[in-house]
């Protein structure tokens, strides 16, 4: 459920118009905002009878983000990413 939200979350900052000879640009400081804002309501609003964050999940997500931002850079993100999931 999270990595939807955090799909949903970039999608704004990705859908960037621009002319079709250029590549589209990921505005990773503006995905990163509103994953942030995302996680901070998800922790501080009332969602429902028993429902709380995974906060490990959540700075996983937030560590991915970051990590786009700040750096350092994935050498294969899907390699990378796996290699800090924790196996449940």
Not at 27 to 53: F, M
Request: aromatic letters at 6%; hydrophobic letters at 45%; a negative charge.
């Amino acid at each position: 459920m999270f990595v939807s939200t955090a799909a949903v979350a970039a999608a704004p900052a990705a859908a960037k118009s621009s002319p079709a000879d250029e590549p589209l640009a990921i505005d990773h400081k503006g995905i990163l905002a509103r994953v942030e804002q995302i996680i901070d309501l998800l922790r501080t609003r009332y969602i429902c009878d028993g429902w709380k964050i995974d906060e490990d999940g959540a700075a996983r997500a937030l560590d991915c983000f970051r990590r786009h931002v700040h750096g350092p850079a994935f050498k294969d993100e899907d390699k990378d990413t796996a290699a800090h999931t924790i196996k449940r």
